[in-house]
C-alpha cells in the first residue's frame, strides 16, 4: 500500500503521525479527525470510516491509546478526595480501596487526586480528556467544586451532601442513625450523663452528616431522658482536647458515656482516659463512630457503630457505572443504613445484675 510521503514513519527514525498527517490522507479536516476521536460531534459513517481508515495505515496513536480511537472513551475514572493534614488518612483508605477495586472489575482505571485544589482541579482533570466520569468525596455543605462538577459533560457522583447537588448524583451515609445507635446504647446500660466531643471552631458547619450526627444525638438522648452535652473543642489536635478534658469528664462518677465522631477523636479520648487513670469500660463508657478495623486496634476494643466506607464507595460506583451505562433520569440522592452497633470493651453496665 502507497504511504502519503508525508506521513512520518518511526520505523524510519522519523517523529510520530500528528492528526494532521490523519487529516491529510483522510482527506477531512483535523477538526473531523478530532471528532471522531472525542465522539462530540456527529461524524458520518462514511467520513468516519475514512478517518480510522488513516489512523490505522498510519498507525496513529492519540495520548488517550488506542481503545480511546474505538470507543471514543479512555477507561479512566477521576477519583477527587483531600488527604491533607487533618483528614485521617487510615480512614480513607478503604473508601478507596473499594472504589478501584469497582473500576477494576468493570475494566476501568482511576486517577487520583489527594489536594484540595477546589474547582480549578476539576476542570484541568477534564480539559485534558483523560477521564470518562468524576467521584469527587468530602463534598461540604457549601462547596465550590460542585458547580464545576455540573458543568461537566461527564457522570459525576458526590459523596456527600452539598446544599445543592445542581443536579448531580449523591451518596453519603446516615450518621443521624448512627448517633441514635450510640446513645441508645449508653441508655439501654443505665448511663445518666452523656458527652459528645464536638468539632473545633466552626468544623461542624461545613459538613450535612456532621450536623446530622450532633443533631440527632441530641435528640436521641432528650427521648431517653439522659443529660447530653457536646462539648466542643477550642482548637484542633491534643491540645484542644486537654483544653476541654475537665468539661468532658464533668460526670466521671455518675454513669458517664463518652462518645467521639472520627477515630482520631477515639484515639485522643482513650489517652485523655489512660492519663486520668480511668478505665473506659469500667468507670466510664467510650463509643465510637468508626470502622471495625479500628475499633479492634485498641488494647480495649472500642463500642463502635461503622462507617462502613466500603459500602458507600461501592453504592457511589454502582450510580456512576449505571450513568456511564446510558441511564437516564433524575439525580438521585441515596443514603447507606449503619448495620448496627457492636458492644464492646469500652460499654460499662450500669444496670441491675449487669
Request: negative net charge.
Amino acid at each position: 500500500m502507497a504511504r502519503d510521503e508525508r506521513s512520518p514513519d518511526r520505523r524510519n527514525g522519523r517523529s510520530a503521525p500528528t492528526s494532521r498527517d490523519v487529516a491529510a490522507l483522510a482527506g477531512v479536516a483535523q477538526s473531523t479527525v478530532s471528532a471522531v476521536m472525542s465522539g462530540k460531534r456527529a461524524v458520518s459513517a462514511e467520513t468516519r470510516a475514512r478517518v480510522e481508515r488513516a489512523m490505522r495505515e498510519l498507525r496513529y496513536q492519540p495520548n488517550a491509546g488506542a481503545r480511546t480511537l474505538r470507543t471514543a472513551k479512555t477507561n479512566v475514572i477521576a477519583l477527587i478526595v483531600y488527604l491533607g493534614p487533618k483528614a485521617d488518612a487510615v480512614e480513607s483508605v478503604p473508601y478507596i480501596e473499594r472504589i478501584i477495586e469497582e473500576a477494576r472489575r468493570h475494566d476501568y482505571e482511576v486517577v487520583l487526586s489527594t489536594v484540595r485544589e477546589g474547582p480549578d482541579g476539576i476542570t484541568r482533570l477534564a480539559g485534558r480528556s483523560i477521564c470518562d466520569a468524576f467521584v469527587i468525596m468530602d463534598i461540604q455543605l457549601d462547596d465550590d467544586r460542585v458547580p464545576a462538577a455540573h458543568e461537566l459533560d461527564l457522570p459525576v457522583v458526590l459523596v456527600g451532601r452539598p446544599k445543592d447537588p445542581q443536579g448531580l448524583d449523591v451518596v453519603d451515609f446516615n450518621t443521624r442513625g448512627s448517633a441514635e445507635l450510640l446513645v441508645d446504647e449508653l441508655a439501654i446500660t443505665g448511663h445518666r450523663h452523656i458527652a459528645v466531643l464536638g468539632e473545633p471552631g466552626d468544623e461542624q458547619e461545613r459538613f450535612q452528616f456532621v450536623l446530622d450526627f450532633y443533631d440527632a444525638a441530641t435528640d436521641r438522648a432528650a427521648l431517653h431522658g439522659i443529660e447530653l452535652t457536646v462539648v466542643p473543642r477550642p482548637f484542633d489536635g491534643w491540645d484542644g482536647i486537654a483544653a476541654c478534658a475537665d468539661q468532658l469528664l464533668t460526670h466521671r462518677d455518675d454513669r458517664l458515656g463518652l462518645i467521639t465522631r472520627t477515630p482520631r477523636a477515639t484515639e485522643w479520648l482513650v489517652r485523655l482516659l489512660h492519663d486520668r487513670q480511668l478505665t473506659p469500660g469500667q468507670d466510664v463508657s467510650l463509643a465510637g463512630f468508626c470502622t471495625d478495623d479500628t475499633a479492634l486496634s485498641y488494647a480495649r476494643p472500642i463500642t463502635n457503630v461503622s462507617p462502613r466506607p466500603r459500602a458507600v464507595s461501592s453504592l457511589a460506583m454502582r450510580l456512576l457505572f449505571e450513568r456511564l451505562e446510558g441511564a437516564d433520569g433524575p439525580p438521585r440522592l441515596e443514603l447507606v443504613q449503619p448495620e448496627g452497633l457492636v458492644r464492646r470493651a469500652t460499654t460499662a453496665l450500669f444496670i441491675e445484675g449487669g
